[in-house]
């Protein structure tokens, strides 16, 4: 169980790293500002969806073996639900509006807690390595 939930963990990390680095980043360069967003904003609640997702399963397959890393990883999947639900509208409603510094205040608290995810999840990984 403990490999599979490290396996699972590392999906987790990977997918995490190659949208917010990978596909995000490139959808920007690759197309115009509105198509961009516009795409953004539809692959968004897949995303939030995939990290809740491995993040669940992989808590849940890792809580008797290893409880600390059972516990950031449902962390990992409890913060994503606030910011599928909670956040992501926010940012698309600042967006819709105009309003750049509610958006650039609001996105920059999405990317941090993006960020806490992925190293948390490396955090895991390690952890369940060693």
């Known amino acids: 169980m403990s490999e599979i939930a490290l396996l699972i963990t590392a ?14 980043a490139f959808v920007f360069k690759a197309l115009p500002a509105d198509t961009a967003g516009s795409l953004i904003r539809q692959a968004f ?39 599928r639900q909670v956040l992501m509208p926010s940012i698309n409603e600042a967006t819709d509006r105009s309003e750049k ?10 990317v941090a807690i993006t960020v806490a995810h992925i190293g948390g999840a490396g955090f895991v990984i390690l952890r369940m390595a060693s």
């Open 11 to 24: 999906l987790l990390f990977g997918g995490m790293v190659l949208y917010s680095f990978g596909f995000a």
């Open 45 to 83: 609640p897949h995303f939030y969806l995939f990290v809740m997702a491995t993040a669940t399963a992989a808590a849940a397959l890792s809580f008797y073996k290893d409880l600390p890393s059972s516990i950031i990883l449902a962390a990992i999947a409890a913060t994503t639900v606030f910011a």
């Open 101 to 110: 510094s509610r958006f650039k205040r609001l996105h920059t608290f999405s």
